[in-house]
Protein backbone atom coordinates (compact mmCIF):
# COMPACT_ATOMS: atom_id res chain seq x y z
CA UNK A 1 0.00 0.00 0.00
CA UNK A 2 2.97 2.55 0.93
CA UNK A 3 5.80 1.46 -1.55
CA UNK A 4 4.29 4.28 -4.41
CA UNK A 5 4.92 6.94 -2.03
CA UNK A 6 8.06 5.82 -0.47
CA UNK A 7 9.38 5.49 -4.42
CA UNK A 8 8.30 8.57 -5.40
CA UNK A 9 9.86 10.52 -2.00
CA UNK A 10 13.04 8.43 -2.38
CA UNK A 11 12.67 10.11 -6.39
CA UNK A 12 12.11 13.59 -4.50
CA UNK A 13 15.16 13.29 -2.43
CA UNK A 14 17.35 12.00 -5.16
CA UNK A 15 17.31 15.65 -6.59
CA UNK A 16 19.13 16.85 -3.90
CA UNK A 17 22.62 16.49 -2.30
CA UNK A 18 21.57 14.95 0.97
CA UNK A 19 22.09 11.82 2.48
CA UNK A 20 18.46 9.32 2.46
CA UNK A 21 18.28 6.76 5.62
CA UNK A 22 16.21 3.75 5.32
CA UNK A 23 14.12 3.03 8.01
CA UNK A 24 12.29 -0.16 7.92
CA UNK A 25 8.95 -0.66 9.80
CA UNK A 26 10.08 -4.72 10.54
CA UNK A 27 13.46 -4.08 12.11
CA UNK A 28 11.97 -4.47 15.34
CA UNK A 29 10.41 -7.78 15.00
CA UNK A 30 14.11 -9.19 14.48
CA UNK A 31 13.75 -10.66 18.04
CA UNK A 32 10.79 -13.02 17.24
CA UNK A 33 12.31 -16.67 17.82
CA UNK A 34 12.95 -18.83 14.71
CA UNK A 35 9.72 -21.21 16.24
CA UNK A 36 7.36 -18.26 15.67
CA UNK A 37 8.36 -16.89 12.57
CA UNK A 38 8.29 -19.76 10.73
CA UNK A 39 5.45 -21.12 8.34
CA UNK A 40 4.49 -25.00 7.91
CA UNK A 41 5.44 -24.71 4.12
CA UNK A 42 8.71 -26.90 3.37
CA UNK A 43 11.99 -25.34 5.20
CA UNK A 44 14.31 -24.97 1.59
CA UNK A 45 11.75 -22.20 0.58
CA UNK A 46 12.63 -20.27 3.72
CA UNK A 47 16.63 -20.65 3.18
CA UNK A 48 16.11 -20.32 -0.55
CA UNK A 49 13.64 -17.15 -0.45
CA UNK A 50 13.32 -15.90 2.88
CA UNK A 51 9.81 -17.05 3.28
CA UNK A 52 8.76 -16.30 6.59
CA UNK A 53 7.04 -13.95 9.00
CA UNK A 54 8.65 -10.66 9.18
CA UNK A 55 6.10 -8.20 10.96
CA UNK A 56 5.23 -4.63 10.71
CA UNK A 57 4.14 -1.41 12.99
CA UNK A 58 7.42 -2.13 14.26
CA UNK A 59 8.14 2.02 15.08
CA UNK A 60 4.49 1.96 16.83
CA UNK A 61 6.03 -0.59 18.61
CA UNK A 62 8.51 0.43 19.76
CA UNK A 63 8.02 3.97 20.11
CA UNK A 64 5.48 2.85 23.00
CA UNK A 65 8.09 0.24 24.51
CA UNK A 66 10.28 3.35 24.78
CA UNK A 67 7.32 5.71 26.10
CA UNK A 68 6.71 2.50 28.65
CA UNK A 69 10.01 2.98 30.00
CA UNK A 70 10.14 -0.02 32.22
CA UNK A 71 12.78 -2.99 32.17
CA UNK A 72 11.59 -6.47 31.03
CA UNK A 73 8.85 -4.84 30.06
CA UNK A 74 5.78 -7.96 29.51
CA UNK A 75 2.63 -6.86 27.41
CA UNK A 76 0.64 -7.38 24.58
CA UNK A 77 0.24 -4.60 22.08
CA UNK A 78 -2.57 -3.83 19.76
CA UNK A 79 -1.66 -1.38 17.04
CA UNK A 80 -5.22 -0.21 16.05
CA UNK A 81 -6.13 1.43 12.46
CA UNK A 82 -6.53 1.39 9.29
CA UNK A 83 -3.96 -0.95 9.29
CA UNK A 84 -4.13 -3.24 12.57
CA UNK A 85 -1.80 -5.65 14.40
CA UNK A 86 -0.84 -7.23 17.80
CA UNK A 87 2.59 -7.86 19.27
CA UNK A 88 3.46 -10.14 22.62
CA UNK A 89 6.20 -7.83 23.60
CA UNK A 90 8.83 -10.38 25.75
CA UNK A 91 11.50 -8.62 28.08
CA UNK A 92 10.98 -5.53 26.20
CA UNK A 93 11.23 -7.48 22.87
CA UNK A 94 9.25 -8.64 20.04
CA UNK A 95 8.32 -12.17 21.04
CA UNK A 96 5.74 -12.74 18.27
CA UNK A 97 3.05 -10.49 16.39
CA UNK A 98 0.02 -11.14 14.08
CA UNK A 99 1.68 -9.25 10.82
CA UNK A 100 3.77 -12.02 8.85
CA UNK A 101 5.51 -12.32 5.26
CA UNK A 102 2.99 -9.13 4.12
CA UNK A 103 0.61 -6.56 6.13
CA UNK A 104 -1.95 -8.68 4.89
CA UNK A 105 -2.03 -10.89 7.50
CA UNK A 106 -3.81 -11.48 11.08
CA UNK A 107 -6.41 -8.70 12.25
CA UNK A 108 -9.21 -7.64 9.47
CA UNK A 109 -8.15 -4.56 8.79
CA UNK A 110 -9.77 -1.14 6.63
CA UNK A 111 -9.20 -2.40 3.34
CA UNK A 112 -6.78 -5.99 3.52
CA UNK A 113 -8.26 -8.91 4.21
CA UNK A 114 -6.60 -9.99 7.88
CA UNK A 115 -6.04 -14.02 7.90
CA UNK A 116 -7.76 -16.06 5.08
CA UNK A 117 -7.59 -19.79 3.46
CA UNK A 118 -5.12 -19.82 1.28
CA UNK A 119 -7.40 -21.67 -1.33
CA UNK A 120 -9.40 -18.88 -2.22
CA UNK A 121 -6.59 -17.07 -3.85
CA UNK A 122 -6.33 -20.03 -6.08
CA UNK A 123 -10.05 -20.37 -6.66
CA UNK A 124 -10.31 -16.54 -7.63
CA UNK A 125 -7.46 -17.67 -10.32
CA UNK A 126 -9.05 -20.28 -11.49
CA UNK A 127 -12.58 -17.64 -11.58
CA UNK A 128 -10.53 -15.86 -14.10
CA UNK A 129 -8.83 -13.08 -11.76
CA UNK A 130 -5.13 -12.36 -12.84
CA UNK A 131 -2.79 -11.98 -10.36
CA UNK A 132 -2.70 -8.47 -9.85
CA UNK A 133 -6.51 -8.41 -9.84
CA UNK A 134 -6.36 -10.76 -6.89
CA UNK A 135 -3.57 -8.14 -5.22
CA UNK A 136 -5.58 -5.25 -5.20
CA UNK A 137 -8.69 -7.37 -3.82
CA UNK A 138 -7.06 -8.74 -0.87
CA UNK A 139 -4.95 -5.51 -0.03
CA UNK A 140 -7.58 -2.40 -0.97
CA UNK A 141 -11.40 -3.79 -1.77
CA UNK A 142 -11.22 -6.82 1.21
CA UNK A 143 -11.32 -5.92 5.17
CA UNK A 144 -14.11 -3.22 6.29
CA UNK A 145 -14.21 -2.04 2.68
CA UNK A 146 -15.01 -5.03 1.18
CA UNK A 147 -18.04 -6.07 3.83
CA UNK A 148 -19.77 -2.67 4.16
CA UNK A 149 -17.79 -0.52 1.23
CA UNK A 150 -16.87 2.26 4.14
CA UNK A 151 -13.13 1.81 5.86
CA UNK A 152 -13.59 4.13 8.68
CA UNK A 153 -13.77 2.76 11.66
CA UNK A 154 -15.59 6.27 13.27
CA UNK A 155 -18.39 5.54 10.76
CA UNK A 156 -18.94 2.27 11.00
CA UNK A 157 -20.15 2.47 14.31
CA UNK A 158 -22.33 5.26 13.09
CA UNK A 159 -23.71 3.15 11.07
CA UNK A 160 -24.19 0.49 12.96
CA UNK A 161 -25.42 2.79 15.78
CA UNK A 162 -28.11 4.36 13.14
CA UNK A 163 -28.98 0.08 12.94
CA UNK A 164 -27.07 -0.29 9.57
CA UNK A 165 -27.39 -4.46 9.56
CA UNK A 166 -24.57 -4.44 7.26
CA UNK A 167 -22.49 -2.28 9.77
CA UNK A 168 -23.39 -4.02 12.84
CA UNK A 169 -22.35 -7.53 10.96
CA UNK A 170 -19.19 -6.12 10.32
CA UNK A 171 -18.63 -4.79 13.56
CA UNK A 172 -19.37 -8.61 14.84
CA UNK A 173 -16.68 -9.81 12.96
CA UNK A 174 -14.11 -7.13 13.73
CA UNK A 175 -14.85 -8.13 17.34
CA UNK A 176 -14.31 -11.84 17.04
CA UNK A 177 -11.57 -11.57 14.74
CA UNK A 178 -9.87 -9.17 17.80
CA UNK A 179 -10.64 -11.37 20.52
CA UNK A 180 -9.08 -14.51 18.52
CA UNK A 181 -6.06 -12.86 17.84
CA UNK A 182 -5.54 -11.18 20.91
CA UNK A 183 -6.01 -14.08 23.20
CA UNK A 184 -3.61 -15.88 21.41
CA UNK A 185 -0.71 -13.45 21.71
CA UNK A 186 -1.64 -13.69 25.50
CA UNK A 187 -1.21 -17.29 26.47
CA UNK A 188 2.45 -17.27 24.44
CA UNK A 189 3.67 -14.93 26.98
CA UNK A 190 1.61 -13.72 29.42
CA UNK A 191 1.45 -10.12 29.75
CA UNK A 192 1.35 -7.63 32.43
CA UNK A 193 -0.62 -5.25 30.67
CA UNK A 194 -2.36 -4.59 27.60
CA UNK A 195 -1.38 -1.42 25.79
CA UNK A 196 -3.78 0.15 22.75
CA UNK A 197 -2.14 2.62 20.15
CA UNK A 198 -3.22 3.64 16.93
CA UNK A 199 -5.81 5.73 15.07
CA UNK A 200 -8.62 3.74 16.16
CA UNK A 201 -7.42 2.35 19.31
CA UNK A 202 -6.50 5.92 20.32
CA UNK A 203 -9.46 7.59 19.11
CA UNK A 204 -12.52 5.61 19.00
CA UNK A 205 -14.19 5.09 22.46
CA UNK A 206 -17.20 2.71 21.28
CA UNK A 207 -14.58 0.87 19.37
CA UNK A 208 -12.62 -0.04 22.20
CA UNK A 209 -15.24 -1.10 24.40
CA UNK A 210 -17.07 -3.75 21.88
CA UNK A 211 -14.17 -5.11 21.41
CA UNK A 212 -12.73 -5.62 25.13
CA UNK A 213 -16.42 -6.43 26.31
CA UNK A 214 -17.12 -9.96 27.78
CA UNK A 215 -13.31 -10.98 28.20
CA UNK A 216 -13.76 -10.98 32.17
CA UNK A 217 -13.68 -14.64 32.58
CA UNK A 218 -9.61 -13.66 30.99
CA UNK A 219 -9.27 -11.19 33.65
CA UNK A 220 -10.27 -8.23 31.30
CA UNK A 221 -12.71 -5.11 32.03
CA UNK A 222 -13.15 -1.95 30.80
CA UNK A 223 -14.42 0.82 32.92
CA UNK A 224 -17.16 2.55 30.48
CA UNK A 225 -16.34 6.01 32.21
CA UNK A 226 -12.51 5.97 32.24
CA UNK A 227 -12.75 4.52 28.45
CA UNK A 228 -15.36 7.24 27.62
CA UNK A 229 -13.10 9.89 28.75
CA UNK A 230 -10.06 8.90 26.92
CA UNK A 231 -9.51 10.47 23.37
CA UNK A 232 -5.84 10.81 21.45
CA UNK A 233 -3.98 10.64 25.07
CA UNK A 234 -2.55 8.55 27.11
CA UNK A 235 -4.73 6.53 29.79
CA UNK A 236 -6.26 3.65 32.08
CA UNK A 237 -9.25 2.43 30.61
CA UNK A 238 -9.81 -1.25 32.96
CA UNK A 239 -10.93 -1.72 36.33
CA UNK A 240 -9.73 -1.80 39.70
CA UNK A 241 -9.61 -5.44 39.40
CA UNK A 242 -8.23 -5.95 36.09
CA UNK A 243 -5.63 -6.74 33.85
CA UNK A 244 -4.80 -3.04 33.36
CA UNK A 245 -5.54 -1.59 29.80
CA UNK A 246 -3.80 1.43 28.85
CA UNK A 247 -4.15 3.50 25.81
CA UNK A 248 -1.02 5.24 24.53
CA UNK A 249 -0.11 7.85 21.79
CA UNK A 250 2.65 6.10 19.48
CA UNK A 251 5.33 8.25 18.25
CA UNK A 252 6.48 6.66 14.45
CA UNK A 253 7.96 10.11 13.02
CA UNK A 254 9.91 10.25 16.64
CA UNK A 255 10.93 6.91 16.44
CA UNK A 256 12.53 7.93 12.92
CA UNK A 257 13.66 10.68 13.63
CA UNK A 258 15.92 8.50 16.39
CA UNK A 259 16.77 6.11 14.08
CA UNK A 260 17.91 8.34 11.16
CA UNK A 261 20.34 10.46 13.53
CA UNK A 262 22.00 6.84 14.81
CA UNK A 263 22.81 6.24 11.47
CA UNK A 264 23.51 10.18 10.59
CA UNK A 265 25.97 9.86 13.84
CA UNK A 266 28.38 7.15 12.65
CA UNK A 267 28.69 8.72 8.80
CA UNK A 268 29.71 12.34 10.13
CA UNK A 269 32.10 11.16 13.14
Known sequence: LHFDVILETINKCLEFNIPIVGVFDNTFHNTIPKENYLYGIPYEYYLKY?????????LSYSSIVAKYGKENMNSVICHL???SSICNIKDSKSFDTTMGFSPNSG???SSRTGDIDSSIIFYLYELGYQVEDIRKIL????????ILKISDAKKI??????????????????NLDFKKHLLGMMCINKPNEIIITGGMGCKNKEQREMLFSGLEEFGIEIDSYK???IWDTDGIISTHNSLPVY????DEEKEINKECNKVLRKCYK
Open 157 to 174: VDESLAGNEQAILLRKMI
Open 247 to 250: VMVD
Open 81 to 83: GGG
Open 50 to 58: GIRKYGYHG
Open 139 to 146: NNESGYQG
Open 227 to 229: NNA
Open 107 to 109: LMM
